[in-house]
T-cell receptor, first 115, second 112 residues
Framework: KAGVTQTPRYLIKTRGQQVTLSCSPISGHRSVSWYQQTPGQGLQFLFE???????NKGNFPGRFSGRQFSNSRSEMNVSTLELGDSALYLCASSLSWGLAGETQYFGPGTRLLVL | DQQVKQNSPSLSVQEGRISILNCDYT??????FLWYKKYPAEGPTFLISISSIKDKNEDGRFTVFLNKSAKHLSLHIVPSQPGDSAVYFC???????????FGQGTELSVKP
């Protein structure tokens, strides 16, 4: 079974631009979560989607948004990019949502560099 | 406020010996804990998990122990192998939610 896939793997943008990252979950998984990893802040939760609805949100500004499609694929968007948005963006999928003991499986990440 | 803490940024162990990675948490609401292994520029790989209703879970060379009264969990790797060298993250979640809260990670180096 294929794992979580993320595209693109690497991205270079300039300040003020916007970016869209894509995530395809493991087949059969219906929940998708997004995380940001930076050297200073570590791994931080961005948001989680299930059945095309945002179920949970982390402490990030409104410039960070996401959505989920009917096939469970998800995208996240960052508008008006800042230098501090340079990070590894990770997508994780799990079978469902709201069940105890759900394990999240991560994709390889998208490395975003903002110049 | 860091709810999940891994106080050792690094650990060096000889091949064949036991590696013990520690994690402390502050939120008593956490009910599910996970360990992930991560190589640079890759996503975390799930290793093992434990529910708060258990105190031990084993999977091959990996064992996780949970001490709820001390709000402490540990990952034991026996025997350690050079391929185990990576950064290990503990994570916790609660209320059947998908929000994982991660520790800062411990870099394990297993020397031949």
């Amino acid at each position: 079974k294929a794992g979580v896939t993320q595209t693109p793997r690497y991205l270079i943008k300039t300040r003020g631009q916007q970016v869209t990252l894509s995530c395809s979950p493991i087949s059969g998984h219906r929940s998708v979560s997004w995380y940001q990893q930076t050297p200073g802040q570590g791994l931080q939760f961005l948001f989680e989607y299930f059945s095309e609805t945002q179920r949970n949100k982390g402490n990030f500004p409104g410039r960070f948004s996401g959505r989920q499609f009917s096939n469970s694929r998800s995208e996240m968007n960052v508008s008006t990019l800042e230098l501090g948005d340079s990070a590894l963006y990770l997508c994780a999928s799990s079978l469902s949502w709201g069940l105890a003991g759900e394990t999240q499986y991560f994709g390889p990440g998208t490395r975003l560099l903002v110049l | 406020d860091q709810q999940v803490k891994q106080n050792s940024p690094s650990l060096s162990v000889q091949e064949g010996r036991i590696s013990i990675l520690n994690c402390d948490y502050t939120n008593s609401m956490f009910d599910y804990f996970l360990w992930y292994k991560k190589y640079p520029a890759e996503g975390p790989t799930f290793l093992i998990s434990i529910s708060s209703i258990k105190d031990k879970n084993e999977d091959g060379r990996f064992t996780v122990f949970l001490n709820k009264s001390a709000k402490h969990l540990s990952l034991h790797i026996v025997p350690s192998q050079p391929g185990d060298s990576a950064v290990y993250f503990c994570a916790a979640t609660y209320n059947q939610g998908g929000k994982l809260i991660f520790g800062q990670g411990t870099e394990l180096s297993v020397k031949p």
